[in-house]
């Protein structure tokens, strides 16, 4: 299989490198008669070389002339925050880009992305009608941006009409496993072990809600509301607080983080129960009624549905360095 990795100015330097590399590794653990089905990867990109986020330079293949792929990867690009993404997409090697994806997309070639070249997939237009996920504190503003696009931010990968899109930074690596799991679910699992890499089927376990309720003033005020009333919840009640109709509040809601108030206020049960799991020996009954459910086994289906992972392996991870303690608990919020 032909995979170009397509490079443009900016790019995230780890987002580039772990594809290849992962992508490196999968052909290197191919041996005797197998070997022969080894990827064919191309570093390539619109210019003679690309200079990196962290200002190294790329030597990079023509993307014109040669064998058409068969899939096309475009890592992220270094932007983090909504101004810098947006101003990306103005940039002349973008459009550029953008218009060589709808070519390669209209012959049939697979197009991938992951983090925000998620936003260069969508802003080309080969997301229209489609699904996608993107990097999760990104995506208000991808929703906001692209309305043809049913955005799953929960999801880790989104395969939708071949064009495949992933999560935020090192989804890079799940992006390149998953092209390596098309071929052979073998030797992806093989290639994921010699990494020492997990898999990883959502990112609600990483992703802060608060900070996605910060697009939005209206949002951010029901955010601050529902902490303080895990366990009594109203809707009628969130309205009341943030002054709104609770039609209002509903559509407010979905617009920003595209999803009822309800599915939020479980996304905050789930923040709040992670953080009680990983940093508390409380059973997971206790942590259920302090989250507003009568009983663990609701709890417990929940966090399953959100965030893929068991009890056991949602107490073993660990808590990043320098995390408040606090983060998480709803008693402590203002």
């Not at 022969?36 to 690309?50: D, H, I, M, Q």
């Not at 068969?70 to 101003?87: I, S």
């Not at 809601?253 to 009822?260: D, I, M, Q, W, Y």
Request: with cysteine; net charge positive; glycine share 8%.
């Amino acid at each position: 299989m032909r995979i170009s990795v397509l490079v443009l100015d900016g790019v995230f330097d780890s987002g580039l490198a772990v594809v290849v590399d992962t992508l490196a590794m999968a052909n290197d653990l191919l041996e005797g008669p197998r070997r022969s089905s080894r990827n064919e990867v191309t570093v390539c990109g619109l210019r003679r070389t690309a200079t990196t986020q962290q200002g190294h330079k790329v030597p990079l293949a023509p993307v014109r002339g040669g064998p058409r792929p068969d899939v096309v990867v475009v890592p992220a690009l270094g932007c983090k925050t909504r101004e810098t993404v947006l101003a990306a997409l103005e940039r002349s090697d973008i459009r550029d880009a953008c218009e060589l994806l709808r070519a390669w997309r209209k012959a049939g070639v697979r197009v991938a992305g992951a983090c925000t070249a998620t936003f260069v997939l969508a802003h080309s237009g080969i997301l229209d009608g489609g699904r996608a996920t993107t990097t999760w504190w990104l995506s208000p503003l991808f929703r906001e941006r692209f309305p043809r696009v049913t955005l799953d931010e929960s999801r880790m990968i989104v395969d939708s009409s071949r064009v495949v899109t992933a999560g935020a930074a090192l989804a890079h690596v799940d992006l390149a496993l998953w092209l390596v799991r098309q071929r052979s679910p073998e030797l992806a699992h093989m290639t994921a072990r010699y990494l020492v890499f997990d898999a990883r089927p959502s990112q609600a376990a990483y992703s802060m809600p608060d900070h996605l309720a910060h697009a939005d003033p209206m949002v951010e005020r029901f955010e601050r509301w529902a902490r303080h009333h895990l366990t009594d919840f109203t809707l009628e009640g969130a309205a009341r607080h943030v002054g709104a109709s609770e039609r209002t509040l509903e559509r407010r809601t979905r617009a920003v983080l595209g999803k009822t108030p309800l599915s939020f206020v479980q996304d905050l049960r789930v923040e709040v129960a992670v953080f009680r799991l990983r940093t508390t020996k409380a059973s997971i009954e206790d942590i259920a009624a302090v989250v507003g459910y009568g009983d663990g086994v609701t709890l417990r289906t929940l966090l399953r549905k959100k965030t893929g992972r068991g009890i056991r392996e949602l107490r073993a991870l660990s808590v990043p360095p320098g995390e408040p303690q606090q983060r998480g608990d709803a008693s402590t919020r203002c």
